[in-house]
């Protein structure tokens, strides 16, 4: 079956401005997650969603980064007035959801603020 | 909070040669540990995945080991190959939460 989808794969953009970045998980799995990996580090938790809801968002950095999950399948991370230190890797994963499910990662979306 | 270190960054080995990557963290009481593969503009590719009550998991000739009173995991890669080359990740969880290193990037010389 199909793997964890994202899109864009890259996205380019310039300072100031609002991107959306989508993620589409493993048909099925309830749980997703949003990672964030700069150059040369190991990806960082931004939030966690179980279904539709957001039960873990403490990775966030601050207030200008958001995410969704209206339908508990598709999820958008969105970023307001983005920054030029926002250029990262964002990660997407999804899992069945329980403690012990192993979390399977989509390719990335390639963020560069110009 | 958990902080998660991998050493060596960079590894360079002539084909044929065993891998040994190391992986250490912090705080002991961890549920599981995790070692991925990332290959360049790809996404992470789970490899092992040894559960708290585990020492050791293996698969084909990739092994790891986990010791929790020290905090340390090594992986071992037996006979390098080219495709061997990415850069391998540690993630140890915290309930859902996976807590990454930088990784090792591993360079296989044919």
């Known amino acids: 079956g199909a793997g964890v989808s994202q899109t864009p794969s890259n996205k380019v953009t310039e300072k100031g401005k609002y991107v959306e970045l989508r993620c589409d998980p493993i048909?099925?799995?309830?749980?997703l997650y949003w990672y964030r990996q700069s150059l040369g580090q190991g990806p960082e938790f931004l939030i966690y969603?179980?279904?539709?809801?957001?039960?873990?968002d403490s990775g966030l950095p601050n207030d200008r980064f958001f995410a969704v999950r209206p339908e508990g399948s598709v999820s958008t991370l969105k970023i307001q007035r983005t920054e030029r230190g926002d250029s990262a890797v964002y990660l997407c994963a999804s899992s069945f959801g329980t403690l012990t499910d192993t979390q399977y990662f989509g390719p990335g979306t390639r963020l560069t603020v110009l | 909070k958990q902080e998660v270190t991998q050493i060596p960054a960079a590894l360079s080995v002539p084909e044929g040669e065993n891998l040994v990557l190391n992986c250490s963290f912090t705080?002991?009481?961890?549920?599981?540990l995790q070692w991925f593969r990332q290959d360049p503009g790809k996404g992470l590719t789970s490899l092992l995945l040894?559960?708290?009550?585990?020492r050791e998991q293996t698969s084909g000739r990739l092994n790891a080991s986990l010791d929790k009173s020290s905090g340390r995991s090594t992986l071992y890669i037996a006979a390098s190959q080219p495709g061997d080359s990415a850069t391998y990740l540690c993630?140890?969880?915290?309930?859902?939460?996976?807590?990454f290193g930088a990784g090792t990037t591993v360079t296989v010389r044919a």
């Open positions: 040894i559960q708290s009550s585990q």
């Open positions: 048909s099925g799995h309830t749980a």
């Open positions: 705080d002991s009481a961890i549920y599981n």
């Open positions: 969603f179980q279904g539709t809801g957001a039960a873990d």
């Open positions: 993630a140890v969880w915290d309930d859902y939460k996976l807590s």
